[in-house]
């Protein structure tokens, strides 16, 4: 659907209501966050970043702007495995790795989120390495008439019905008790709706599951924080 469409839908629906009306503007908006919400709940948006490179010396590096959840990172196209900063600081007060840790310069083999930056250990000591984030990602915002809901992404064409369902979850709540059923029946709806994303998302028949094939190999070259690896 286009926001012409879904425009259209809206309208329809909110006619049915005696003397209530929404500017379209305002539905707009509220369409705007019901995206947001439905990329956040079901991680329906997905993309890959290879534009940053490592410098030596240097452990933290920017996340794409549109970031909203990481699902894997790469360095020199090897996979490395997410760690928490509480993990490394208590691995360095056992002494198990330098104290403080940031001293610890090789090849990184975990990396840890901040709010804004994504950081690694051990701090890479070389310069050019190919840095890659596979995230979800923040849908534009839909503005124009033709503008389609999550920057027309094939995989979500048949769910564009439950962004409906949100704004009317959201417009029969506000007007009060007197509306509370048909605002509970748009709720049923629209949750119903993320659990078929989520399963939908979450549904590749082709995945390999073998533990033997990702388990990290233990060597001589590999950082292992106790507690954090097998």
Known sequence: MTWQEIYSELQKSISLLDKISFDERDLLRMANISQREIVDYTNCTKKTNSTATSTS???????????VKMLRVTYDSKPITNISKKDLDLASLRADISNPWTDDSDTPNYYYEDISTIGFYPIPDATGKTISFEYVYRCADISAL??????????MLPYHQYLIYHVLWNIYLSLGANYLPQAQSYERNYKEGMKLIVRSMNNNPDQLITFSLIKPRRNNNTYIVPGVLP
């Open 57 to 67: 010396g240097t452990g933290e590096y920017a996340k794409p702007t549109d970031y």
């Open 146 to 155: 033709t503008d389609v809901p999550f920057d027309g992404l094939i995989n």
